[in-house]
């Protein structure tokens, strides 16, 4: 996504416990990661976006996973082990999938 968060350069939904990714910037881009509730019509998503306030992060090195940013953490933590210990998602991207 841009800075602006106008320009959406990927997207993914959930699809049978996978988050999938068909593509994704390049390793070593800055990213930022709004999430929104399943199946949300257009006044759900609204109030999402009013007061959302994206994850901000990197695709890592490998391109194998997204590090994120959290407020009052020293270290990125991996998007790929947030899903997964929280929600049981596994996080498919075109470099690097889930087993």
């Known amino acids: 996504m841009s800075v602006d968060l106008f320009t959406v350069y990927a997207s993914a939904q959930v699809e049978r416990s ?3 990714f068909k593509e994704l910037p390049p390793p070593g881009t800055e990213v930022r990661i709004l999430i929104f509730p399943p199946d949300a019509d257009d006044v759900a998503l609204a109030e999402t976006l009013s007061g959302a ?3 901000k992060g990197f695709v890592s090195d490998a391109g194998t996973d997204i590090l994120v940013l959290l407020e009052g953490e020293n270290e990125p933590l991996s998007l790929r ?3 997964l210990q929280e929600r049981e998602i596994w996080l498919d ?3 690097g999938r889930s087993q």
């Open 18 to 20: 996978y988050l999938k």
């Open 93 to 95: 991207l075109p470099l």
């Open 81 to 83: 082990a947030l899903l």
């Open 53 to 55: 306030t994206a994850l």
